[in-house]
């Protein structure tokens, strides 16, 4: 892959890597690829313009190299030459000799501002925004399905409220109230066994060509425990719905029937 950045394009543009697929997806929104990689525009040491064409990104969601695009040594020197040195360091150093080195080189270079980091802890910093933005979501998640159940029972009890007429018929044709218990249960189960299915296709619809793109890996099991729940809270409020419906007085309903 590195090698794409000493290769000429056929059309004249540096060759560029991104330094992520997260950056080329979403920040950049642009093609990273070596025949229909997009190009882009930038502004040299001497105020010309030059074409940089995305041919390529690191194959990994987060890097070291996480918003940054990545070209040679020598087109870089060549459009920037009033660059006088490097800002980055990557150090390949033996695991149980790092914090030795690390020390070393803080005590060193600390007059030139140096800082050393861990790679490792390099890309938990940029997980640490990613994870902050799926807290989020999964907080306002939470609230939806306490709030979609909560909706659910709801509806379900203004339902049974209007078919009082209904209800008190079946009793006076001799239905027990378990009878007409399961009846409505079941219905109602039926109903938000239906609104799951059709709720599951369509976030998989909108999901999967996400996921296939970024080559992510998602946990099934997770995904299942959550619909069971949801599942299992829904019928909770159905459950406590039908019983209070099933309270109200059915006489004047009768009557009216």
């Not at 909706?151 to 379900?156: K, S, Y």
Request: aromatic share 6%; net charge negative; with cysteine.
């Amino acid at each position: 892959l590195w090698q794409l950045l000493d290769q000429p394009t056929a059309t004249g543009e540096i060759p560029a890597l991104v330094g992520d697929t997260n950056t080329a997806m979403w920040t950049l929104k642009k093609k990273a690829h070596v025949d229909k990689g997009d190009v882009l525009e930038y502004e040299d040491d001497s105020g010309d313009t030059a074409t940089v064409k995305l041919v390529g990104a690191l194959p990994m969601r987060l890097s070291v190299f996480s918003g940054t695009i990545l070209i040679s040594k020598e087109n870089f020197t060549r459009l920037f030459p009033g660059e006088s040195g490097h800002r980055i360091f990557l150090l390949d150093v033996p695991e149980d000799q790092r914090e030795q080195v690390s020390t070393d080189l803080t005590r060193e270079f600390d007059r030139y501002g140096m800082d050393v980091v861990p790679a490792v802890q390099r890309i938990m910093d940029f997980y640490a925004v990613e994870t902050t933005y799926l807290a989020m979501f999964l907080v306002l998640g939470g609230l939806g399905i306490v709030i979609g159940s909560l909706g659910m029972g709801i509806v379900t009890l203004r339902n049974l409220l209007e078919r009082r007429n209904e209800i008190a018929m079946l009793r006076a044709l001799g239905f027990t109230s378990d009878a007409i218990y399961r009846i409505l249960f079941t219905e109602y189960t039926l109903l938000l066994a239906a609104g799951l299915v059709i709720g599951i296709v369509s976030a998989a619809v909108a999901t999967v060509p996400a996921i296939l793109a970024t080559e992510s890996n998602i946990d099934l099991s997770i995904q299942a425990r959550l619909a069971t729940t949801i599942l299992l809270i829904c019928l909770i409020c159905i459950m406590v719905a039908i019983r209070a419906g099933l309270r109200a007085s059915t006489l004047t309903a009768l009557r009216s029937e």
